[in-house]
């Protein structure tokens, strides 16, 4: 069964912190990884969207990094701000039918100023 | 560009009733999606339309769930009879094709059924 892991489920952080959420996927057949941010009650916001070929993406304090063969994914915040308290989103397209994503439950962070 | 609309923002209805969820992806974006996310989950692919057809369906409950895209374009979802299991967000998304590109999200509808 293809599944999306992400630990913890909560992370409480002080301001300026530098920090990493994961995420494991079983199954390195992958297509494409993809972050997204949630606030609450609102819909999905993406964040970054790592190909099969690559290693990496970045986007300003932001780095998202792939190992295919040990099923994992980083994203890398830097100098971490009240703004980005919000839940973390990873999502797999394991190409079963043409982009479907399978979803992590998400990790909820919170930056304390 | 405008983003995903999706309306209405909130819905409540008591079981048995029936509700509709309607969605108009972002412009030239051939492909559109039905996502659920119950409290403390990720969302769950519903269906996935490719233009106005199906591609993939296979996590709709199809005994009260049914969904259309008219046109290829906007996209309506319809519970009847709702249960109140289907409490949840519904989440649509769009991209200009499967795959290779990222899919953008509406703000979603929120259904409450009592």
């Known amino acids: 069964k293809q599944e999306v892991t992400q630990i913890p489920a909560a992370l409480s952080v002080p301001e300026g912190e530098n920090l990493v959420l994961n995420c494991s996927f079983t199954?390195?057949?992958?297509?494409?990884l993809q972050w997204f941010r949630q606030d609450p009650g609102k819909g999905l916001t993406s964040l970054l969207l790592?190909?099969?070929?690559?290693r990496e993406q970045t986007s300003g304090r932001l780095n998202a990094s792939l190992d295919k063969s040990s099923g994992r994914s980083t994203l890398y915040i830097a100098a971490s701000q009240p703004g980005d308290s919000a839940t973390y989103l990873c999502?797999?397209?394991?190409?079963?039918?043409?982009?479907?994503?399978?979803f992590g439950k998400g990790t909820k962070l919170s930056v304390k100023p | 560009e405008a983003g995903v609309a999706q309306s209405p923002r909130y819905k409540i209805i008591e079981k048995r009733q029936s509700v509709a969820f309607w969605c108009n992806p972002i412009s030239g974006h051939a492909t559109l999606y039905w996502y659920q996310q119950i409290l403390g989950q990720g969302p769950k692919l519903l269906i996935q339309f490719q233009n106005n057809g199906v591609v993939d369906d296979s996590q709709l409950p199809k005994d009260r769930f049914s969904a259309e895209r008219l046109k290829g374009v906007d996209s309506t979802l319809k519970i009847q009879p709702a249960k109140l299991e289907d409490s949840a967000v519904y989440l649509c998304?769009?991209?200009?094709?499967?795959?290779?590109?990222?899919?953008?999200f509406g703000p979603g509808t929120r259904l409450t059924v009592t």
């Open positions: 790592i190909q099969s070929s690559q």
């Open positions: 199954d390195s057949a992958i297509y494409n």
């Open positions: 998304a769009s991209s200009p094709a499967p795959y290779i590109y990222e899919q953008y």
């Open positions: 999502a797999v397209d394991f190409g079963g039918s043409q982009g479907n994503l399978i």
